[in-house]
């Protein structure tokens, strides 16, 4: 039930000279409406962790790591194995952060990356099975949230899977009902790269990857992630304003056209800063 | 995905692709909360209380301009097949959070400064579809509370099961269906307030199931208004009604 608090003076002044300028088709750190920050994606730099991935976008730095054990199915689901993701923002990350449990915004954002992760089936999870209905792979996707400067839910999706798409897991050989682990390692078998596009409005304008200033303004925000076929997978509105059917249509052809680029950026990245990372994925997703 | 749906585009539960499950909403059955409502929408049964506006615990959390919304979506440990733990589950957080982003922009919260008004939902017994039908009967208490509002909040959702959209997802469609998208709209203002998918679409389907889910919710809307008339334009049964007498003049 938490409550975001706002100094009503400031951000009605902030937001007046927003949408003044929004109307210009500027924003205040001088971006095009549909333009997203800088981003960077570096990954492996965690050796304990399966995979890892240190993303910033813009101001805003999340890191990734995947840690895969090896645990019991469901019941409900025999011959799946496990994927669980989970975020949380560090009381390093920004001067009004808190430590303590998840608060709802942690939790939805968890959440989120986890739909469009899960929903757009990236990590085929049928294939995760080492002894089926007894014992299957669990990949834990933690994200820690280390620099708060608005839009976590992307910045998250992109170090979960770029984190997935250079994780390695030992290998385990089945003898006689046992698990025996091997020395070599594999990747995770890949369907799909999704990938997560925010949006705000601001007044009547629809701006992609919002900043921490221009989430404080905001109507309200919406949340897509597509996959490879230009699929929509997984959405999620929110703040306390609404869209009409028009902008909704607006921002689903957005998160269609920008998440093909970003895919590309993602691709890359991974490719270039792990060496033969590329060709693993390559060789999963085709 | 043929139990789904059959060769001439009948559901497991006998609908259309079009078709609504039964709704039916009772206005003012709690006589404590200044608004409350009762809805089932399928076999969901829920029932939701509104208190305030009233004085804000902790006073910090006060806005000097508006009043506060909070909303809690909560599920009682017998309302589905398991046992639920009766503390609050992540998925009840964030059912909470969204449910009271979908009823804000419709409620005139800066009639009342300095004040929090809650709004409890509680699941008795759930079907696929429990955070649209919550949203709905909200609306409905909030009303009855006597909230000023600029409209109601119809909520539906609708989905892809067996290859087709269609509206309005049961349980079994949900979880064996290929997606699920719901939906809350504001009926006068042509404005969507809650919009979650999971499941793949194309971007035709995704306008489709969209426009699918908005009609959804209008039918919805037509219940809500019902409802209510029913508790306040009675002209049949004067006074007759039992809960929330207060409200009327």
């Known amino acids: ?286 | 995905m043929s139990r789904l749906m059959s060769e001439e585009g009948i559901r497991i539960d006998g609908r259309r692709w079009n078709e609504l499950r039964p709704v039916r909403i009772e206005v003012g059955v709690l006589k404590n909360a200044d608004g409350s409502s009762y809805i089932e929408f399928g076999k969901n049964k829920i029932v939701v209380a509104v208190y305030g506006p009233k004085e804000v615990h902790p006073k910090h959390m006060a806005l000097p301009d508006r009043s506060v919304l909070r909303c809690r979506y909560h599920m009682l440990p017998f309302s589905v097949e398991e046992r639920k733990n009766p503390a609050p589950s992540r998925r009840e957080i964030e059912i909470s959070k969204i449910t009271r982003e979908a009823l804000e922009p419709a409620l005139i919260l800066e009639d009342y400064p300095r004040t929090v008004i809650d709004v409890f939902i509680e699941v008795l017994q759930s079907d696929g579809g429990s955070r649209c039908a919550g949203i709905t009967a909200a609306s409905v208490a909030l009303a009855d509370a006597g909230i000023n509002m600029r409209d109601l909040v119809a909520a539906c959702a609708a989905g892809k099961v067996g290859g087709r959209i269609v509206l309005d997802i049961n349980d079994e469609e949900d979880k064996m269906g290929e997606a699920d998208m719901p939906v809350a709209y504001l009926p006068n203002l042509k404005q969507v307030s809650l919009l979650q998918l999971d499941g793949k679409l194309t971007a035709d389907e995704y306008r489709e199931c969209l426009n699918l889910a908005i009609s959804g919710c209008m039918q919805v809307y037509s219940i809500q208004r019902e409802a209510l008339m029913r508790k306040y334009f009675a002209t049949d049964k004067r006074g007759g009604d039992e809960g929330g007498g207060g409200e009327e003049e």
């Open chain 1, 1 to 286: 039930m938490s409550v975001k608090k706002t100094t009503t003076i400031v951000e009605q002044l902030r937001r007046a000279q927003m949408s003044e300028l929004l109307a210009m088709n500027k924003r205040l750190d001088g971006r095009g409406l549909k333009d997203y920050r800088e981003l960077r994606i570096e990954t492996g730099l965690i050796k304990k962790a399966n995979g890892s991935a240190l993303v910033s976008l813009g101001n805003t730095q999340v890191i990734a790591g995947i840690k895969v054990e090896v645990d019991e199915p469901f019941p409900d689901m025999p011959d799946k194995g496990l994927f669980i993701c989970n975020a949380e923002v560090l009381p390093l990350a920004s001067p009004y952060a808190e430590p303590g449990p998840p608060d709802e915004d942690a939790i939805e954002l968890a959440r989120v990356v986890d739909r469009g992760i899960r929903e757009s089936e990236m990590i085929a999870l049928d294939r995760l099975v080492l002894i089926s209905g007894k014992k299957v792979y669990a990949v834990f996707a933690d994200v820690s949230v280390l620099n708060t400067d608005g839009n976590l839910f992307d910045a998250t999706s992109y170090a979960v899977v770029a984190a997935l798409l250079t994780a390695r897991v030992p290998r385990y050989d089945v003898q006689d009902e046992k698990l025996v682990k091997s020395e070599e390692t594999i990747p995770l078998p890949i369907n799909t790269i999704p990938v997560s596009i925010t949006m705000a409005k601001i007044g009547n304008s629809i701006i992609v990857d919002p900043n921490a200033e221009e989430e404080a303004c905001m109507d309200a925000r919406i949340t897509m992630a597509t996959d490879e076929q230009g699929r929509v997978c997984a959405m999620q509105k929110g703040g306390s304003g609404t869209f009409s059917v028009d902008q909704l249509n607006e921002v689903a052809s957005l998160a269609i056209s920008l998440g093909s680029e970003v895919r590309e950026r993602i691709r890359s990245s991974v490719a270039s800063s792990t060496g033969g990372g590329a060709n693993s994925i390559r060789s999963m997703t085709s």
